[in-house]
């Protein structure tokens, strides 16, 4: 996604940072991709892809930061526990199993070749522009 949103930026990174790390990011992000002029299957995979990942790069943080512990209500189950982080923060658990896991890493995986697809394609536009 980083390099992704560089090239968005025009190849400046510490911009990029700074998008990605804003509140709205997603929204900053979004607005970016559609400024490229983009269009039809091209513009709706980035979009999708960026709202997907989004998604599951929430559940990633939740899988990563939240306490993982033993089910006993389940033996050979585990659970997890986490605080939202709002105002007021609430418990969130869940029950991730192994395959959802392995299934979320793929996806990650599917990211990284689409994001890293148009990030090779922006870039080799840009290129193209600055020496005409």
């Not at 959802?100 to 990030?119: K, N």
Request: aromatic content about 10%; glycine content about 8%; some cysteine.
């Amino acid at each position: 996604m980083l390099s992704l949103v560089a090239e968005l930026c025009g190849g400046d990174e510490l911009k990029a940072v700074d998008v990605l790390k804003a509140q709205d990011a997603k929204d900053q992000v979004m607005s970016l991709v559609r400024s490229t002029g983009l269009s039809g299957f091209e513009l709706d995979e980035l979009v999708v892809g960026i709202g997907e990942f989004w998604c599951d790069k929430n559940i990633r943080n939740r899988l990563i930061h939240d306490e993982w512990y033993p089910s006993f209500l389940t033996p050979g189950t585990v659970g997890t526990r986490g605080l939202t982080r709002k105002k007021v923060p609430q418990e969130v658990f869940s029950g991730p199993t192994v395959p959802e896991v392995w299934e979320l890493a793929a996806r990650f995986g599917y990211y990284d070749s689409l994001f890293s697809h148009h990030s090779w394609a922006l870039s080799r536009s840009r290129r193209s522009d600055s020496l005409a």
